[in-house]
Every structure is written in structure tokens, then in C-alpha cells.
Antibody, heavy 119, light 109 residues
Framework: EVQLVESGEGLVQPGGSLRLSCAAS????????MHWVRQAPGKGLEYVSA????????YYADSVKGRFTISRDNSKNTLYLQMGSLRAEDMAVYYC????????????WGQGTMVTVSS | EIVLTQSPGTLSLSPGERATLSCRAS???????LAWYQQKPGQAPRLLIY???SRATGIPDRFSGSGSGTDFTLTISRLEPEDFAVYYC??????????FGGGTKVEIK
């Protein structure tokens, strides 16, 4: 079964850090670009970050640039999102999703993991 | 950045009725880069349509997409109980600035 499973859920104080992981199974992880999309409580979808299939290219939304780092380990079939300088507005469910390298349409999504930013 | 505006915000319909959802872009979008997703409460989004009009794997044919340029439409021909959900459009522009629309909630009337 093709599957993405996020982990790393947590409560963190403003200014703190957290690392999310996304474990892939059932497909050739190294053949797909991977992405993070978030959704604040009761709100719509917001695109966060992308990494190419070989990890050579990354992209960040302006709202997280300089604070978040996306990475991947193709030997472990795992995607990461290192989040730093967290703000209240970063509080959301974070989804990982896959796409082809040049067509960013997300056909497989994880179940999501919640990040709570509060003092 | 291309802004996607979805309308209406909420659509109240009965099972069996036809649903027409609109997604309007602030500038022209290549048809290859317009997708639609369905999201139910507590679940991840699910891909319905890509390339403006191609159904994703396993999506029933009551779902169809159309449009070009700045105006796109998702049509659900006859609403089934499981179709009541929130629907999002998404575009991937040439400058790598992917955006989502704000969503349309289809609720039971």
C-alpha cells in the first residue's frame, strides 16, 4: 500500500523548534518530489515547502523562508521539516504529500501531524 | 503570485442535485497546472482532478473539471452523501509559486 505517515507532533513555545518526519512506503520514494502543506485550525490549505526527488532543489513559501528547512533521506524513505523560530501563526496540521518533479499535483497525502505553538 | 478565488464559499444542496464550483485566477493559469481536491473533516485532502479536466485514479465519473485561462469549474453531476465536503483548487505557476484557493464547502441542504 502506498502510504505517507507523519510524526513529530508537539507543543512548542514561541521561538522554539520542532522537527517533523514523514515516512514513505509502498512506492519508490527517490522518484518523487515531496512537499509540506499546512492547515491552521478551521482554515484552508497553505503551501509550505518542496524538495526535488534527489534533494538537490528546495522551495519555501515566503512565510517560512529562513526559519524552516526541508530535507530528505532517500536511503530511509523519509522526508523532514526542521522548523525554527516558531510563531503562533505556524500552528497547524502539517501534511506531507508527493508529486512528480515537474508537475506539483499531490496524489498521495499523509494523515497530518499537529504542531501547536503556545506559551 | 497567482491568487485563486473560489466561489461560492458555501453551497447548500440536496443529494442527487448538481454542484457547480468555481475557481477564478488572478492571472492566466496553464491548464496543465490546475487541480481540485476534496477534504472531509479530520482527513487529508484527496486529489480529484488534475490538468483541469483529468480525473485522478479511482475518482467516480460524476466528478468533472473544465475551464482554461483564469476560469475553472468543478462539477459534481449528482451529489452522493459522501460528496459533502470542502473542495479546494490549486495551481502551480511558472515561478514555482504554488497556491490554493480558499475552498468551497458543499453542505447538505
Amino acid at each position: 500500500e502506498v502510504q505517507l505517515v507523519e510524526s513529530g507532533e508537539g507543543l512548542v513555545q514561541p521561538g522554539g523548534s520542532l522537527r517533523l518526519s514523514c515516512a514513505a512506503s509502498g512506492f519508490t520514494f527517490s522518484s518523487y518530489a515531496m512537499h509540506w502543506v499546512r492547515q491552521a485550525p478551521g482554515k484552508g490549505l497553505e503551501y509550505v515547502s518542496a524538495i526535488s526527488s534527489n534533494g538537490g532543489s528546495t522551495y519555501y513559501a515566503d512565510s517560512v523562508k529562513g526559519r524552516f528547512t526541508i530535507s530528505r533521506d532517500n536511503s530511509k524513505n523519509t522526508l523532514y521539516l526542521q522548523m525554527g523560530s516558531l510563531r503562533a501563526e505556524d500552528m497547524a496540521v502539517y501534511y506531507c504529500a508527493r508529486s512528480y518533479d515537474y508537475i506539483w499535483v499531490f496524489d498521495i497525502w499523509g494523515q497530518g501531524t499537529m504542531v501547536t505553538v503556545s506559551s | 503570485e497567482i491568487v485563486l478565488t473560489q466561489s461560492p464559499g458555501t453551497l447548500s444542496l440536496s443529494p442527487g442535485e448538481r454542484a457547480t464550483l468555481s475557481c477564478r485566477a488572478s492571472q492566466s493559469v496553464s491548464s496543465s497546472y490546475l487541480a481540485w481536491y476534496q477534504q472531509k473533516p479530520g482527513q487529508a485532502p484527496r486529489l480529484l482532478i488534475y490538468g483541469a479536466s483529468s480525473r485522478a485514479t479511482g475518482i467516480p465519473d460524476r466528478f468533472s473539471g473544465s475551464g482554461s485561462g483564469t476560469d475553472f469549474t468543478l462539477t459534481i453531476s449528482r451529489l452522493e452523501p459522501e460528496d459533502f465536503a470542502v473542495y479546494y483548487c490549486q495551481q502551480y505557476g511558472s515561478s514555482l509559486r504554488l497556491t490554493f484557493g480558499g475552498g468551497t464547502k458543499v453542505e447538505i441542504k
